[in-house]
């Protein structure tokens, strides 16, 4: 149907109107887009903070550093504020996948926590580009029932051996174990079992772990970063090598289903990795205005306290100590003594034919070939 020229004009008169209405408003909009582990925040501190900012938060999750990579080297990912791992970060920095933090806008950097933060330099010298949002160590969580059941009272829980003795895991394969699918963090947590001189670069040292792991393979149920909390917390498994507070919050979703699920929680005697997940913005973060106001609310002490009580795990704010449940800041798991801290290690990048090697040998453990 074809109109006539005085109700064209009119009609365009009025999308024009139209379009002056819509447009600022939809430009008026502030968005960020997070990439972010899954089950690591607590909702209402997004909630809380698109109400106090304006900043409306698009959040999805992954649960591999792999995943986040692929994407953020691709470019053009469209997220503004990421959640590397230390070796992760630290290659993606050599990438030039980010931009240096605008400190002048990071008026609560005052909050870090200075052993944290020092620790952080090793991947990210200077802490230019990323700020610590959580940090945690990888080792053992059990079902200490159903363990002892199969092992016997008396039986030592505190030691690599644990899943690493093919006699043992074969007792356990029946109530289940599952192993994080990640080899940054898997191999430097073992290593120690094998001697303290041990490196994390030298593919001698790196082959005794994953030969002891190609070992027991056939008792572990499955291999996934994620999916061993619900299964802990079920009951539908008994052991997890995963990280500390993925295994307290099992703890605490078996408590609250009451389902008498008794998990606990354990860095081997021989020591484990010492890990740190940051917050970065990618270079061609397309709000990185806003992401700088995420960043700054989340290092107030109360929001960095409400995320810890959420997730169960140490956050790298200083200040927040005092505002975390008293339980979790006397849980060893969470918050290791000096002691133990002197046992941790920590495992930067892999060199490019290292990673490659480690990729397939990890490759091998995974499908058995």
């Known amino acids: 149907m074809r109109w006539p020229a005085l109700g064209r004009a009119c ?11 819509g447009g600022p408003a939809r430009a008026a909009e502030r968005v960020i887009n997070i990439y972010n582990w899954s089950d690591y925040i607590d909702p209402k501190v997004l909630d809380d903070f698109t109400k106090e900012t ?43 996948v980010f931009q240096p933090l605008d400190k002048s806008k990071l008026s609560n950097l005052t909050n870090v926590w200075p052993d944290i933060a020092a620790r952080l330099q090793a991947y990210d010298p200077g802490n230019v580009y990323a700020v610590d949002y959580m940090w945690g160590t990888t080792g053992i969580g059990f079902n200490a029932g159903m363990v002892r059941e199969r092992l016997g009272a008396d039986a030592a829980l505190n030691s690599w051996s644990l899943v690493l003795n093919p006699s043992t895991m074969n007792k356990l394969k029946e109530c289940g174990v599952m192993m994080i699918d990640s080899p940054e963090d898997l191999i430097p947590s073992i290593l120690p079992f094998f001697g303290p001189k041990m490196d994390p670069k030298r593919w001698d040292d790196i082959t005794k772990v994953t030969d002891a792991l190609y070992k027991v393979r056939g008792s572990v149920r499955k291999f996934h970063s994620s999916e061993y909390i619900n299964a802990l917390a079920n009951g539908d498994i008994c052991v997890a090598v995963g990280y500390s507070g993925d295994v307290l919050q099992a703890r605490k979703r078996a408590e609250e289903a009451k389902n008498d699920v008794k998990i606990e ?30 960043l700054n609310y989340m290092l107030r002490p109360e929001v960095a306290a409400a995320n810890t009580n959420f ?11 005092k505002l975390v449940k008293p339980e ?29 090697f ?7 453990i995974r499908t058995g070939r």
């Not at 929680?265 to 990795?273: D, S, T």
């Not at 800041?329 to 495992?347: E, H, K």
């Not at 480690?358 to 091998?364: G, K, N």
């Open 11 to 21: 009609l365009a008169a009025l999308a024009v109107s139209v379009l002056a209405l």
């Open 328 to 356: 979790i800041l006397a849980n060893p798991g969470i918050y290791p003594d000096d002691t133990t801290l002197q046992r941790l290690v920590v495992n930067t990048a892999w060199p490019d034919n290292t990673q490659r």
């Open 54 to 96: 304006g900043i409306k938060v698009v959040y999805d999750t992954y649960d591999s550093n792999e995943v986040l990579e692929t994407k953020l080297l691709a470019g053009k990912s469209g997220y503004d504020v990421v959640a590397p791992s230390g070796p992760f970060l630290q290659r993606l920095i050599k990438a030039g």
């Open 311 to 321: 997730v169960s795990y140490a956050s790298g704010n200083l200040p927040a100590k």
């Open 358 to 364: 480690v990729t397939r040998l990890w490759t091998r």
């Open 265 to 294: 929680y354990v860095i081997p005697k021989e020591g484990a990795e010492m890990w740190f997940d940051t917050f970065a913005i990618p270079k061609d973060a397309p709000h990185a205005a806003d992401a700088h106001v995420f």
